[in-house]
């Protein structure tokens, strides 16, 4: 180190300095401001980007959430048009019951009254027919009975023993 101090010159000292200051100068002019500028630009262009992909997962985190709120909106219309449609379904089933059960009374009543108006009907020909043959056996017993003088006499006497006067 000695040696470096004792081989110092003023003159080398102040031309190097005045260099120095030169290159810096020029620097500074000519070189310094563009690639400050060219940091800067880099600087805004990363911060920029970063801004962007921040905005960017920003976006993507709400289109996620609404995608999944229409998914769920989605899901609740579907499980109420269910609901209702079933609902309808039951309602339908259950009136298409109480028609068949109305209907089928209805039917069975009918057919129940028109068992007793046949009933009837076949009884009264019955009745008709018992009388029609009564008559007829009737008549043939007293066109038989009759023919003979003596036994109608006895007839009207008998009967005539049956009647009381009062």
Known sequence: MEALINQFSYGLFFW?????????????KFAWKPIVNALEERE????????SAEKA??????????????????REERDL?????????DKIVAEAKQHAQTEGARLIEDA???????????LA????????LSLDIAR??????FADQSKQ?????????DVKLS
């Open 16 to 28: 190097q300095l005045i260099i120095l200051l030169i290159v810096i100068f020029i620097l500074g």
């Open 44 to 51: 805004n262009g990363i911060a920029d980007a970063l801004a």
């Open 57 to 74: 997962k920003l976006e993507m985190a709400r289109l996620t959430n609404e995608n999944e709120q229409l998914l769920k909106e989605a």
């Open 81 to 89: 048009i269910l609901k209702e449609a079933k609902e309808l379904k």
């Open 112 to 122: 129940k009254r028109e068992i007793d108006e046949q009933k009837l009907r076949a």
């Open 125 to 132: 020909e019955v009745k008709s027919e018992v009388s029609s």
């Open 140 to 145: 043939k017993v007293l066109t038989k009975e």
């Open 153 to 161: 006499e006895s007839l009207v006497a008998d009967l005539l023993k």
